[in-house]
């Protein structure tokens, strides 16, 4: 295996419970490092609840959690920290502090997180805007900025401190087709300079096939499909063919009885 394919994450039959209900039903996957991983599937398939195992939020009820060479499942808050400082993290909301400058809220980070003057600070913070497409922009307020250029913003923060993972929650969300494509390009652009891995979790199918290196389609709480963008395109599964090609009917049904829906929940 080459270097540039070797895994970063590696998540090895994690189940999650709450309750009776398997949320997360024996999940298998290896995220490959400096590549972009797309994490798709619909509502109530568990992507969310496993993006969030992925940061460690939520602990596994059983199974492994291997982030750059350390098992995360289980760890104590202060060692999970510690693994965090790998991470960044883009918030489908932006999640901007509204009393703060942009270039206050790119600093947080770096305030937060290192010793390092105020004036280094703020280079840093200008380098960081610059690769986002947001030179001068330090002194803007977030009410001052479009929804495009918070997200963008956001993403100068979450590469603050140089992470290996970058962990996007639909980062196309409530984005116009143009400016969602600018943020694809972003990423793209930021894996490539950067050599950053990017885990995105994303409805967008056109953002999913114009970014996406590995394509992971999640289903019931469990790993339907893992491939590239052709691979998944060319899939012969009846769902993934009604999820990428957005049927309303297929194995999905359009109309279902509650007795049906009921039956499925419990089978999740």
């Known amino acids: 295996m080459s270097e540039s394919m070797l895994p970063i994450i590696e998540v090895k039959n994690i189940v999650k419970?709450?309750?009776?209900?398997?949320?997360?039903?024996?999940?298998?996957?290896?995220?490959?490092?400096?590549?972009?991983?797309?994490?798709?599937?619909?509502?109530?398939?568990?992507?969310?609840?496993?993006?969030?195992?992925?940061i460690g939020l939520h602990t596994p009820?059983?199974?492994e959690i291997w982030v750059d060479g350390k098992n995360i499942a289980g760890l104590k808050e202060k060692e999970m920290n510690e693994v965090r400082r790998k991470?960044?993290?883009?918030?489908?909301?932006?999640?901007?502090?509204?009393?703060?400058?942009?270039?206050?809220?790119?600093?947080?980070?770096?305030?937060?997180?290192?010793?390092?003057?105020?004036?280094?600070?703020?280079?840093?913070?200008?380098?960081k805007l610059e690769l986002v497409g947001l030179t001068g922009f330090d002194d803007f307020m977030p009410h001052e900025i479009s929804g495009g250029m918070k997200k963008r913003v956001a993403l100068a923060r979450a590469i603050a401190l140089d992470p290996k993972i970058v962990f996007y929650d639909e980062p196309g969300a409530g984005l116009d087709p143009i400016t969602a494509s600018m943020?694809?390009?972003?990423?793209?652009d930021l894996s490539k300079k950067l050599n950053i891995t990017s885990v995105v979790v994303t409805h967008e199918m056109k953002s999913a096939f114009r970014i996406a290196d590995q394509i992971i389609i999640l289903h019931k709480g469990k790993?339907?499909?893992?491939?590239?963008?052709?691979?998944?395109?060319?899939?012969k599964n009846s769902y993934v063919q009604q999820f990428?090609?957005?049927?309303?009917?297929?194995?999905i049904p359009f109309k279902q009885t509650s007795e049906a829906y009921l039956k499925g929940l419990l089978e999740t």
């Open 61 to 63: 009820t059983s199974g």
């Open 17 to 54: 419970r709450f309750g009776d209900r398997a949320v997360l039903d024996g999940i298998n996957v290896v995220i490959p490092q400096g590549k972009i991983t797309v994490i798709m599937g619909g509502s109530g398939c568990g992507k969310t609840t496993f993006l969030r195992h992925l």
């Open 244 to 251: 990428i090609q957005g049927e309303s009917e297929g194995v």
């Open 183 to 188: 943020i694809d390009r972003l990423i793209l």
């Open 223 to 235: 790993v339907l499909q893992v491939g590239t963008p052709q691979e998944i395109q060319n899939s």
């Open 87 to 127: 991470f960044g993290m883009l918030f489908q909301g932006s999640a901007l502090f509204n009393s703060m400058t942009v270039g206050e809220n790119v600093a947080v980070p770096l305030k937060e997180h290192t010793d390092l003057s105020a004036e280094i600070i703020r280079i840093i913070v200008r380098v």
